[in-house]
Structures are given as structure tokens and as C-alpha cells.
């Protein structure tokens, strides 16, 4: 660590991060990024993991309807397949 608030600085990043910090504790740590380049690099990294993270969780969320679509295609797919292995049995044997 180069400095001795490093330890404090570094434990308060999330909510930094987050604007969680009081102003005057965020005045802090933002003063002690300009000096000192391990937490400035640790911040830096943190955020890069959050929008990182954002994206991905993101694109994992269908819209409502696009599941329901889905949803409906699937059923009716399943229903599709139950009708025909019940009308052509001797087919599903081959
Ligand atoms: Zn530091």
C-alpha cells in the first residue's frame, strides 16, 4: 500500500462506486485517486467489472413478450409432436 488511508479507501469503493458515500467521504476518495495509482487502478477495475456485468445481465433478460412467444412455440411444438406420434405410431418405430 502506498498510503496509509489505502486500506479505507480501498473498503469504500462499492459504495463509492455505488454513490452511496456521504459527499464529503466521496470528496475523499476522489482526491486520493489522483495521487495514488493503486486505488485509482483498483476503482477503475471495479467499474470496468460492473459494466461488464451490466451487459451480460442485460442480454440475459428477455422482454416479457418474447417469453411468452416462446413459451407458446414450445407448447405448441410439444402438442405437435404428441398428435403425430399417436396418429402414425408405426412411423416413430422405423
Ligand atoms: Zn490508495
Given at each position: 500500500?502506498?498510503?496509509p ?11 463509492y ?12 476518495v ?24 451490466r451487459e ?6 428477455a ?32
Amino acid at each position: 500500500m502506498s498510503h496509509p488511508h489505502c486500506r479505507q479507501i480501498q473498503a469504500s469503493v462499492h459504495d463509492y462506486l455505488d454513490g452511496e458515500l456521504p459527499a464529503s467521504n466521496a470528496e475523499i476518495v476522489s482526491e486520493h485517486l489522483q495521487f495514488c495509482p493503486d486505488c485509482a487502478y483498483l476503482v477503475q477495475f471495479e467499474s470496468a467489472v460492473r459494466a461488464r456485468v451490466r451487459e451480460c445481465c442485460s442480454a440475459d433478460a428477455a422482454p416479457p413478450e418474447l417469453r411468452v412467444r416462446i413459451l407458446t412455440r414450445i407448447t405448441q411444438v410439444v402438442t405437435q409432436v404428441r398428435v403425430t406420434y399417436r396418429e402414425r405410431p408405426d412411423d416413430v418405430e422405423r
